[in-house]
Nanobody, 120 residues
Framework: QVQLVESGGGLVQAGGSLRLSCAAS????????MGWYRQAPGKQRELVVT???????DYADSVKGRFTISRDSAKNTVYLQMISLNPEDTAVYYC??????????????WGQGTQVTVSS
């Protein structure tokens, strides 16, 4: 079992920044990729970014150049640094962990989510 706990969400003005954190505990060897999803009310869940154990990253076009994912192995924590936020970034952000086969991602573990609200 793996537990994921997100933090760092909140209310920010357009153009501002936030850093989300996702702390993993339990069987840390049960996954080789972590990522961030987001979902706004009435919209489909969107994969924001992934990072593999090897450090390979993949960003959605909507956040490229603005969001950066990173890891702190000593703390078993992954971060999402978000800059130049706009109202379209408003959503619940979910941390997830799973496996990347080389063909597809399979996310088996999910955090409870943290709300990010960007005002105009």
């Amino acid at each position: 079992q793996v537990q994921l706990v997100e933090s760092g969400g909140g209310l920010v003005q357009a153009g501002g920044s936030l850093r989300l954190s996702c702390a993993a505990s339990g069987n840390i060897d049960s996954f080789n990729v972590m990522g961030w999803y987001r979902q706004a009310p009435g919209k489909q869940r969107e994969l924001v970014v992934t990072i593999t154990n090897g450090g390979r990253t993949d960003y959605a076009d909507s956040v490229k150049g603005r969001f950066t994912i990173s890891r702190d192995s000593a703390k078993n924590t992954v971060y999402l640094q978000m800059i130049s936020l706009n109202p379209e970034d408003t959503a619940v952000y979910y941390c997830s962990a799973g496996f990347y086969t080389g063909t597809y991602y399979s996310f088996n573990y999910w955090g409870q989510g943290t709300q990010v609200t960007v005002s105009s």
